[in-house]
Every structure is written in structure tokens, then in C-alpha cells.
């Protein structure tokens, strides 16, 4: 395919409504990359093992998102998405905390899939729209991944009852990108984005908001792909970090944790300062541990039951965006 094919495929989302899909476009992405369809890599001045493609001509001569070396797969290592990452998936709630094989071929699959996506949309000529694209199919193959596990996984509006003198006066309402339910509660509520910058204090306020008006601690996450961003000039790029370490602190601090934060992508303070390791893991550790151990607990009595009042199910998606 040509890169305006591969472009105008990946910008239209009713062509992702299942995980197929995604692993199919990231072949074909990473087959064009491997034919010589771009004009080359550029290698980040500050951080090394980042990169970023140049298009040629029939990409303006435009120059893509940043690209980890670490987790992007090379083109001949293609097959790993459709030989391995199903049948890592299929058995998530099995793969132990020491199976680094399996758990690395579900994170970098997904860093991989989502990136092709990406890159591809950097060649677009509107940018904008382009990267809105971008996020709303990272959150739809968050949704069918989880979904693909036997785990009743939508988007959709939640609305709080405001109750006053025993009467419900009207509701408060909040958007989720995944609302996870089992035995018709609610079990898990959380959002999904390509990068946390400008996103990360409505997050914290939502939880904190829910947690008050229905008197519950209903767990609230966060799923990231990656926390950075291009900086500089040609040839000088160099990589920008996107995560506020201050923020997240002083919010998980002073208004609440959330149960979990989770990265394709982790940066290395994350890795390494005390208080962010404890917060902040890898998102095979959602799949693999955190998700079960959600569903698994009572579900509280809420003061304000909640209710699901508009809710998109995953494989309808394609058809009502």
C-alpha cells in the first residue's frame, strides 16, 4: 500500500471495530517501513534509543511523533503481532509477574500498534483531527482488549444521583472512556489517553467527585501510552517529557491516589524516584494482575447508586463514531 493509502485506511475508525483489525494495519504499516517507505529516522539528540520517522515527498517531508527503539518492533519482527500477541492476551490473567517473555510482547504489541497508527497519521494533512483519531482508536483498542477478555467493557456516561431530603433532585453526570462492570455494577472506572499532558488533574478530580457523591471507593485508573513529545529543529530533534511529576504528586497526596496509572511507555522517573515506582507501573500489570484484582472485591453499597445512562459497547464503536 501507499502511504496516502495507509493514511486515508487509518483516519477512517470504522476500518478498526475489532483487535484483528489493529494487528492487520500495523503489518501493512510496518511492511511499508520495511520497503524503504519513509525517507529515513532522525535519532533524538538528549535520548538516544527515541527516533522519529521523515516522510518523503508523498508525506510533505514531514517529520513523526517520537518512537521508542526499545518497544517499537522492526519490520521483521512483524509476526510477533499475529503469531504471539492473541495468544499472550487470551491468557492474561494466568502470566505470573516473572514471565517477562510473555508480558514484554504484550506491552511492546501494544506500544507497536498504537505507534504505526500514529506515525501513519503524522503524514496527515489536517494534524489536528489526525491526532484526535489517533487517541479515540488507542481508547477503542484499550476497550476491545479488555473486552476480548470476557470482561464486560463500554465507554459511556455515568450519572450520580444528587439526593436532598431523601428526594433525587437530578443527576450529575460524567463521561468515562472505560466503565467496567460485572453483575451489573460498576467496577472499575478509567480513562485512556496517548499521553497524560493537559488530561492528568481531571482524572484525580473525577475520582475524588465520584468517591464523595456515592460515599464509595470505587477504583478509578489511568492508561497511558507514552508521556512524550517532539521538541526542537530539524536536525536537532531531541525529546520533551509530557509527565508533571509535582502535579501527580501533590494531587495523589492532597486529594487522592488513583488505584492505578499504567504505561506502555514508562519514563525513567517513574522507574526510579520511591514514590511514582509505588503509583506508576507497566500496563501488563493492568492485564496480567490489576484488572482481576479489581473485579474480584465487593462491590460497595453506595449512598448515590450510580447508573450507566449512555454506554457505547466496544464492538459497536466502529458503527457510532
Same mark, same amino acid.
Given at each position: 500500500?501507499?502511504?496516502?493509502?495507509?493514511?486515508?485506511?487509518?483516519?477512517? =475508525?470504522?476500518?478498526?471495530?475489532?483487535?484483528?483489525?489493529?494487528?492487520?494495519?500495523?503489518?501493512?504499516?510496518?511492511? *511499508?517501513?520495511?520497503?524503504?517507505?519513509?525517507?529515513?529516522?532522525?535519532?533524538?539528540?538528549?535520548?538516544?534509543?527515541?527516533?522519529?520517522?521523515?516522510?518523503?515527498?508523498?508525506?510533505?517531508?514531514?517529520?513523526?511523533?517520537?518512537?521508542?527503539?526499545?518497544?517499537?518492533?522492526?519490520?521483521? =519482527?512483524?509476526?510477533?503481532?499475529?503469531?504471539?500477541?492473541?495468544?499472550?492476551?487470551?491468557?492474561?490473567?494466568?502470566?505470573?509477574?516473572?514471565?517477562?517473555?510473555?508480558?514484554?510482547?504484550?506491552?511492546?504489541?501494544?506500544?507497536?500498534?498504537?505507534?504505526?497508527?500514529?506515525?501513519?497519521?503524522?503524514?496527515?494533512?489536517?494534524?489536528?483531527?489526525?491526532?484526535?483519531?489517533?487517541?479515540?482508536? *488507542?481508547?477503542?483498542?484499550?476497550?476491545?482488549?479488555?473486552?476480548?477478555?470476557?470482561?464486560?467493557?463500554?465507554?459511556?456516561?455515568?450519572?450520580?444521583?444528587?439526593?436532598?431530603?431523601?428526594?433525587?433532585?437530578?443527576?450529575?453526570?460524567?463521561?468515562?472512556?472505560?466503565?467496567?462492570?460485572?453483575?451489573?455494577?460498576?467496577?472499575?472506572?478509567?480513562?485512556? =489517553?496517548?499521553?497524560?499532558?493537559?488530561?492528568?488533574?481531571?482524572? *484525580?478530580?473525577? =475520582?475524588?467527585?465520584?468517591?464523595?457523591?456515592?460515599?464509595?471507593?470505587?477504583?478509578?485508573?489511568?492508561?497511558?501510552?507514552?508521556?512524550?513529545?517532539?521538541?526542537?529543529?530539524?536536525?536537532?530533534?531531541?525529546?520533551?517529557?509530557?509527565?508533571?511529576?509535582?502535579?501527580?504528586?501533590?494531587?495523589?497526596?492532597?486529594?487522592?491516589?488513583?488505584?492505578?496509572?499504567?504505561?506502555?511507555?514508562?519514563?525513567?522517573?517513574?522507574?526510579?524516584?520511591?514514590?511514582?515506582?509505588?503509583?506508576?507501573?507497566?500496563?501488563?500489570?493492568?492485564?496480567?494482575?490489576?484488572?482481576?484484582?479489581?473485579?474480584?472485591?465487593?462491590?460497595?453499597?453506595?449512598?448515590?447508586?450510580?447508573?450507566?445512562?449512555?454506554?457505547?459497547?466496544?464492538?459497536?464503536?466502529?458503527?457510532?463514531?
Amino acid at each position: 500500500m501507499t502511504l496516502n493509502q495507509l493514511v486515508s485506511f487509518a483516519a477512517d =475508525k470504522t476500518n478498526f471495530s475489532n483487535v484483528k483489525a489493529y494487528v492487520d494495519f500495523a503489518r501493512r504499516f510496518l511492511d *511499508f517501513l520495511g520497503k524503504g517507505g519513509v525517507h529515513g529516522t532522525v535519532l533524538a539528540r538528549n535520548e538516544g534509543h527515541y527516533y522519529f520517522y521523515q516522510f518523503k515527498d508523498d508525506g510533505d517531508r514531514k517529520v513523526s511523533r517520537p518512537v521508542n527503539s526499545q518497544l517499537m518492533y522492526a519490520p521483521q =519482527k512483524a509476526n510477533v503481532l499475529s503469531r504471539d500477541f492473541a495468544a499472550v492476551m487470551k491468557h492474561a490473567k494466568d502470566i505470573a509477574a516473572d514471565d517477562v517473555a510473555s508480558r514484554t510482547i504484550m506491552r511492546n504489541s501494544i506500544y507497536t500498534i498504537q505507534q504505526c497508527i500514529g506515525v501513519c497519521l503524522d503524514a496527515h494533512p489536517v494534524s489536528n483531527n489526525a491526532s484526535k483519531v489517533a487517541g479515540d482508536l *488507542f481508547e477503542r483498542l484499550i476497550r476491545l482488549l479488555i473486552s476480548g477478555l470476557a470482561v464486560d467493557c463500554k465507554s459511556g456516561s455515568i450519572g450520580i444521583p444528587i439526593i436532598v431530603d431523601g428526594v433525587e433532585e437530578f443527576k450529575m453526570t460524567y463521561q468515562h472512556d472505560l466503565v467496567i462492570t460485572r453483575d451489573k455494577h460498576i467496577k472499575i472506572l478509567g480513562s485512556v =489517553k496517548t499521553s497524560s499532558k493537559d488530561r492528568m488533574d481531571k482524572i *484525580f478530580i473525577d =475520582k475524588f467527585l465520584y468517591s464523595k457523591l456515592t460515599q464509595t471507593q470505587t477504583p478509578h485508573v489511568a492508561l497511558f501510552l507514552n508521556d512524550v513529545q517532539r521538541k526542537g529543529i530539524h536536525p536537532n530533534f531531541g525529546i520533551n517529557a509530557t509527565f508533571l511529576p509535582g502535579h501527580f504528586k501533590g494531587y495523589s497526596v492532597k486529594l487522592n491516589p488513583l488505584d492505578g496509572v499504567y504505561y506502555c511507555d514508562l519514563r525513567p522517573n517513574m522507574q526510579t524516584d520511591a514514590f511514582l515506582k509505588l503509583q506508576i507501573h507497566s500496563i501488563d500489570r493492568f492485564f496480567c494482575t490489576d484488572l482481576w484484582e479489581f473485579l474480584s472485591r465487593p462491590h460497595p453499597i453506595a449512598a448515590a447508586e450510580p447508573t450507566v445512562l449512555k454506554a457505547v459497547q466496544p464492538e459497536a464503536e466502529a458503527e457510532a463514531s
